[in-house]
């Protein structure tokens, strides 16, 4: 089964309003990665947040990471019509960066 | 944009051929890696590259192998093919274990 599971598989907003997505992990890990992706192409990194750290900010970008409930959200604040994408959490285990992602969720921002 | 290169970027194949998809760096990355990625599962580790001829499993495995008999090449091969694995492949690469690159992706239908 995958490691990380996004919350929720689809969102739909309104421009300016802010996006929350959340994404819950099994195992431990070295750190905690959000990418996104727009339709039919490959994906792109956003923001990494590492174990040891509960809060990150990039841009309208701000990441949280609970190891304690193994859980973390992506917040996008004054969202745009070109934030629409699927957004993907991806988690690093082991030695050997095994990578795994999420199923990820589909956000829609509607002009 | 990082130098990596998938191909083909599209096949189409008949159920039980081999089929063996290419990914080419010229970033000099440690770890490669090989996704699949279906409507509903989000993306899946096939296997996983941490170094010249070292790889592991990941949690897609079954039907498939891979070869990386030098650091620029990662090969995915299906060996009989069915129709179950057809998909959209992803490749990916990274070497500081801070981020990944994605390349654009295979399309592979069996038919």
């Known amino acids: 089964s995958q490691q990380g599971e996004e919350d929720p598989q689809a969102l739909s907003i309104q421009e300016g309003e802010n996006a929350t997505m959340n994404c819950s992990y099994k195992?431990?890990?070295?750190?905690l990665q959000w990418y996104r992706q727009n339709s039919g192409r490959g994906l792109v990194h956003l923001i990494l947040?590492?174990?040891?750290?509960r809060e990150k900010h990039s841009g309208r970008l701000r990441v949280t990471l609970d190891t304690s409930k193994k859980s973390s959200s992506l917040l996008i604040t004054a969202s745009r019509a070109a934030d629409t994408a699927s957004y993907f959490c991806a988690t690093d285990e082991g030695s050997n960066y095994k990578l795994t992602f999420g199923k990820g969720t589909l956000l829609t921002v509607n002009p | 944009d990082a130098g990596i290169t998938q191909s083909p970027r599209h096949k189409v194949t008949e159920t039980g051929t081999p089929v063996t998809l290419r990914c080419h760096q010229t970033?000099?990355?440690?770890?490669m890696y090989w996704y699949r990625q279906d409507p509903g599962h989000g993306l899946r580790l096939i296997h996983y590259s941490y170094g010249v001829k070292d790889t592991d499993k990941g949690e897609v495995s079954d039907g498939y192998s891979v070869s990386r008999s030098k650091t620029e090449d990662f090969l995915l091969t299906l060996e009989s093919a069915t129709s179950s694995q057809t998909s959209v492949y992803f490749c990916?690469?990274?070497?500081?274990?801070?981020?990944?690159?994605f390349g654009q992706g295979t399309r592979l239908t069996v038919v």
């Open positions: 990916a690469i990274s070497e500081s274990r801070d981020r990944a690159f």
């Open positions: 947040i590492r174990s040891n750290e």
């Open positions: 970033e000099n990355h440690r770890y």
């Open positions: 195992t431990s890990i070295n750190n």
